[in-house]
Structures are given as structure tokens and as C-alpha cells.
């Protein structure tokens, strides 16, 4: 199955969480994952070539590759049906390279922050995903939400992101998920990451052969 990162906004944690995802579904949930970078800067790709000298062990592969590369890396994936692929995606939409990889999302991962801007970017997103694929599954995750700031517009952001998919906990502001390299994932944020991808991972098994045939 296919599983895609994305917003049109910068910054709003797509690369953090495709990492947080992976550790959690191959370290928690024993399931095979390969994480495709296709953002732009490919810092996923970079972190994962230098983890692998530092820890030697790698419980995923982290691949960089264009969006055109898309098509022929799904149809070898094809032959893999209890594999989960991660499609970090950079944060654009005029590239029509988008367009096969948003038919093929069986789930996405939206992450977005109570804001303006962000608000925008994300219903831009959605509109865009909507038109070429209605049924998948999109799960917004709101990030680097700050204990003391009252933001004005969340409950209408929720409202609106609720008619379009599912709402997940919020994800705080936190120094540690700065520290998120590629295997490790800081003992600190575990709980927050339990409530996010928990449900997330309902989501998943429902898509996934059953754990038998695993
Ligand atoms: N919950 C959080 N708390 C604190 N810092 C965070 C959090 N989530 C992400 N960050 C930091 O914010 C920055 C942007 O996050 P990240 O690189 O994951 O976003 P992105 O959407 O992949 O960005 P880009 O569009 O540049 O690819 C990074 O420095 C990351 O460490
Ligand atoms: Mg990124």
C-alpha cells in the first residue's frame, strides 16, 4: 500500500513525520516499510545514509528518487502486497509527476499548523487530492501546536479539515522532535506519537492482508 506525506506548505513536517511513521510502524508494528524521499532538499536520503554508518543496522530503507520515478517503483511494489511504501513529498503542486502518485495514496498524512498560511495550503492540498483521488483516506495532523498560544481559528480549521478526512491529536511544539534522526525515536515524544499513529495504524490494518499472511 501506499501511504504519502504531503501539504503544499514548507516547514510543516512532512519529513519529521515520515521518519516518526516509519520507526513506528516497522519498530512497533513489525511491518515492512520503505520510505521514498522525493522532497526536494532529499534531507531524508542524507540523515539515512548517516545513521546507517552510525548504527549499522537499518529496520528500513529510505530510497531518494524524482516523482517521474514514481510509476515504475509502484509497480515493482506491486509484487509486494504486505509492504507499506512512505512518500515524503516536497511541498509543491504544479507538477503534473503528482498526479500518479496522489491516484495511488491509499492514506494520507497531512500535517499542517494553526495558521493563515497553513490553512491555505492545506485546503489548496485537499482540493487538488480530492479531484484525482476522492477515496483515500486523509488524516490532518496538526504540528508544532505551542502550550501557551491560543489560536483563533482552530475550531473552524477542525470544523472545515473535518468534512475532508480525519483529525488527529495535536502534535506540541517540542525541542525533541528536532532530534528525530532516522531509527531513533526520542523515548520523550512516545506518547505523543502512540495517540497520532494509533489510529493511523487501525486505518493501515484494515488495508494490509490480514496478520497471518504476514
Ligand atoms: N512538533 C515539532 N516541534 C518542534 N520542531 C518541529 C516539530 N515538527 C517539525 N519540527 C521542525 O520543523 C522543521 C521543519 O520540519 P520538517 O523538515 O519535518 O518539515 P517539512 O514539511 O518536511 O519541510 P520541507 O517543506 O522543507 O520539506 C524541522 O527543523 C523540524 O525539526
Ligand atoms: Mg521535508
Not at 490532518?140 to 483529525?167: C, F, H, M, S, W
Not at 506540541?172 to 528536532?178: E, K, L, W, Y
Amino acid at each position: 500500500m501506499v501511504i504519502i506525506i504531503g501539504n503544499q506548505k514548507g516547514g510543516a513536517g512532512k519529513s519529521t513525520l515520515t521518519l516518526l511513521l516509519a520507526n513506528f510502524l516497522t519498530q512497533v508494528k513489525e511491518i515492512k516499510v520503505t520510505v521514498v524521499d522525493m522532497d526536494y532538499q532529499q534531507s531524508l536520503a542524507q540523515k539515512y545514509e548517516k545513521s546507517k554508518v552510525l548504527e549499522n543496522i537499518a529496520p528500513y530503507e529510505v530510497i531518494a528518487a524524482e516523482l517521474e520515478h514514481f510509476p515504475v517503483i509502484n509497480k515493482l511494489m506491486a509484487e509486494k502486497p504486505k509492504e507499506v511504501l512512505l512518500i515524503d513529498l516536497p511541498g509543491k503542486l504544479d507538477d503534473d509527476g503528482l498526479i500518479p502518485i496522489f491516484k495511488a495514496a491509499d492514506l494520507v498524512i497531512c500535517p499542517f499548523a494553526y495558521d493563515e498560511f497553513s490553512y491555505e495550503s492545506t485546503i489548496l492540498f485537499s482540493v487538488v487530492l480530492r479531484q484525482i483521488n476522492k477515496s483515500s483516506v486523509i488524516y490532518y495532523v496538526p504540528n508544532r501546536v505551542k502550550a501557551n498560544v491560543r489560536y483563533e481559528t482552530q475550531q473552524d480549521v477542525n470544523t472545515q479539515l473535518l468534512k475532508i478526512g480525519k483529525l488527529a491529536p495535536p502534535i506540541p511544539d517540542r525541542i525533541d522532535f528536532q532530534r528525530t534522526n532516522t531509527f531513533m525515536t526520542p523515548l520523550a515524544v512516545v506518547p505523543i506519537i502512540l495517540s497520532v499513529f494509533e489510529p493511523v495504524y487501525e486505518e493501515i490494518k484494515k488495508m494490509l492482508p490480514a496478520p497471518a499472511n504476514r
